[in-house]
């Protein structure tokens, strides 16, 4: 049975505190401290969660990520959240290392969990490859060369021009579109939709054409979430739709 972490809500030389699946369970882990050596341990205690709980804990999870990886993180945010920086860029970066792995159990370990500890070591970790996870780990590794930004405060803006553009005899006529990413460099826009219950990319050249005008944006289809990925690695600075 795969376990998985889900969050790094704190770091300090490793997760201090997050939300966990061990063995089929959720979880809140946090890292024990040793009063006597004045240091972290090894040892994570685990707490029981609801699935309610779970879901509302995740869902503000991603979207302070989202938030903060986007730039619109605000001064309230940046006060709720210790070591602000550390935090996500170590989020992203195992986000984007999946690996699967497991727990290893030590002595103070018992059938129920409760009040028990959790051996947790560096190769052990997995965690959930997300959109933004993939975004940000692009950006901080290409820096000044990687053009693609989110989409946030904009997004009615870039549905409502591709409705403009997407009309009848369009192969892409029909399809609920949600803008992703826009490059700085030029018109091109990844939108993502649903197919077969899949989240599916395309790449759009927007003409930023009128209501009634014929003239159908050059498209093409990327794929999932790890086809994007890797499409964002081949093409930087390389290839645009024209």
Known sequence: MKNRIYTINDWW?????????????????????????DMYTNDYF??????????TIINDWHNW??????????????SEYNNINEIAENQ?????CVKTGKFILNDHFNSTLENSWVEWTDSDYTFP????????????????????????????????QLKKEITPGHNLYGIDFLPELKNDMNDDVIYSCRENEIEIF??????????????????KRIGDLKALKEYLESTIER????
Request: net charge negative; charged share 25%; glycine share 6%.
């Open 13 to 37: 030389g490793g997760p201090l505190c997050g939300v966990c699946e061990f063995i089929g369970e959720k979880y809140i882990y946090q890292r024990r401290f040793d009063e006597e050596l």
């Open 46 to 55: 685990l707490t029981p969660i609801y699935d309610e709980q779970f879901e």
């Open 65 to 78: 990520l989202e938030l903060y990886n986007s730039g619109r993180e605000n001064e309230y945010i940046r």
């Open 92 to 96: 992203s970066l195992y986000q984007f």
């Open 129 to 160: 490859e997300t959109f933004t996870g993939i975004i940000a780990k692009l950006y901080n590794f290409y820096y000044e060369d990687f053009t693609w930004m989110f989409i946030s405060d904009s997004r009615m803006y870039f549905i409502d």
């Open 202 to 219: 395309y790449l759009i050249h927007l003409t930023y054409s009128n209501y009634n005008d014929i003239n159908f944006p050059q498209y």
């Open 239 to 242: 290839e645009y739709l024209e």
